[in-house]
């Protein structure tokens, strides 16, 4: 079973940045797909960003790329999320989630391609 556990939230003002991170625990971590979703009130979580276990891919979503950027650190057994030029539109709450990735396929943008999920953290752009 593997923990996730979410930090680097908080309020920032339009234009600026954060970073998310979230520590894994429970599974080797180098073995793990890892994704970033967010969900505001009233709506659907939606992708923002994934990494494959091996590194070898990273997916964006329309609306965050060029502005996000998705990477691992598989000796710390963390995932961050870097955001910039952060937009109010960013605001929600955003989640970590992993899954066993090695030798699997799937589409990473799909939340049900996921096993674990982290409690999220809050992201708050003021405009």
């Known amino acids: 079973q593997v923990q996730l556990v979410e930090s680097g939230g908080g309020l920032v003002q339009a234009g600026g940045s954060l970073r998310l991170s979230c520590a894994a625990s429970?599974?080797?971590?180098?073995?793990?797909?890892m994704g970033w979703f967010r969900q505001v009130p009233g709506k659907e979580r939606e992708f923002v960003a994934a990494i494959r276990w091996s590194s070898s891919s990273t997916y964006y979503a329309d609306t965050v790329k060029g502005r996000f950027t998705i990477s691992r650190d598989n000796a710390k057994s963390t995932q961050y999320l870097q955001m910039n030029s952060l937009k109010s539109e960013d605001t929600a709450v955003y989640y970590c989630?992993?899954?066993?990735?090695?030798?699997?396929?799937?589409?990473?943008?799909?939340?049900?391609?996921?096993?674990?999920w982290g409690q999220g953290t809050q992201v708050t752009v003021s405009s």
């Open positions: 429970g599974r080797t971590f180098s073995s793990l797909d």
């Open positions: 989630a992993a899954r066993v990735g090695v030798f699997r396929g799937g589409n990473l943008k799909n939340s049900r391609e996921y096993d674990a």
